[in-house]
């Protein structure tokens, strides 16, 4: 053990031996050069954060260059715990110089009522959203001038031009350039959602390629019902696979992730950016807010 250069530990079952089975290992391996630790925790009386990875693990790998990790805590409430926020937790890897994180807190008195709740949500949803406004997208458009305003059916939509279209040479639609966000494909469409917040953000291609994507999927992962989604099978096996890439696939893993929830994708979920969070898809749309709004 101690002349290993590499490691890797990752359980996606909750274990309650991190401190004295998992920490242990750890501090045989003072030569290690890479980690990767995916890891759920419970029956902790602390969270695991930044100023506890540092003197616990970093402190004696002097050796270690690269760490990859996604550290879940689960700690009973009781009137001891500070109920600590996001901010709370990445201020300790902020202070120790870890910049590239990202920390969510969700506090829950009883897990059974937050899931009750959650699917209530759902069934609300289900009553008042109104029809996908995309079931309205023609094929090609037969724009003159640009296709840079709701005008155009294919931006309205927010797809593409393609070359069946009559706007050919003049084309400035944006949306001409979601590879951005979905890769290289180029089947993908911005759902309704995105469209609205892409056309809010970005007046052209060259301000739509100015959007920090990193920045962006942080904030949809830091949303508060991202972390029941994960536990989807599809997200899940999403999850497993951004543990194990490198800093050279980030952008890649990072696209196929706004797939499954920016686009018109058959995925169960999708990023609402009126209420900044995840949500279900119910059967006959998206945002009931988008929807309710959306220019036609």
């Not at 925790?41 to 003197?55: A, E, P, W």
């Not at 959203?129 to 709701?150: A, E, F």
């Amino acid at each position: 053990l101690p002349h290993l250069k590499c490691f890797s530990l990752i359980c996606y079952e909750k274990t309650d031996g991190y401190d004295n089975r998992v920490l242990p290992l750890l501090l045989r391996m003072i030569y290690l050069e890479k980690l990767t630790l995916y890891l759920r925790l419970h029956d902790r009386n602390i969270f695991v954060d930044g100023t506890h990875l540092h003197r616990e693990i970093l402190m004696h790998m002097s050796q270690l260059h690269t760490f990859i990790f996604y550290i879940s805590t689960e700690i009973e409430i009781n009137d001891t715990i500070d109920r600590l926020s996001d901010n709370d937790i990445q201020q300790t890897f902020t202070n120790i110089d870890y910049h590239r994180t990202a920390s969510a807190m969700m506090w829950t008195d009883d897990e059974d009522s937050d899931e009750d709740q959650q699917q209530n949500t759902y069934r609300n949803n289900n009553q008042i959203t109104q029809g996908y406004s995309n079931k309205g997208k023609k094929d090609k458009c037969n724009c003159r001038r640009g296709c840079s305003k709701h005008s155009c059916c294919c931006f309205k939509f927010g797809s593409g031009c393609n070359t069946s279209c009559g706007c050919s040479t003049s084309c400035q639609n944006m949306f001409n350039y979601l590879d951005y966000f979905f890769g290289e494909d180029g089947s993908y469409n911005a759902n309704s959602c995105f469209t609205k917040w892409l056309i809010k953000h970005a007046k052209n291609a060259d301000e739509l390629k100015m959007i920090d994507r990193k920045k962006l999927h942080q904030s949809i992962m830091q949303s508060p019902s991202y972390r029941k989604v994960r536990k989807d099978e599809e997200f899940a096996d999403w999850m497993k696979q951004w543990c194990k890439i490198s800093e050279y696939e980030e952008i890649e893993h990072i696209q196929k992730f706004f797939r499954m929830l920016l686009s018109d994708d058959t995925s169960n979920y999708y990023y609402s950016f009126c209420y900044n969070d995840v949500r279900r898809k119910d059967p006959h749309g998206f945002c009931n807010k988008c929807q309710k709004h959306f220019v036609l």
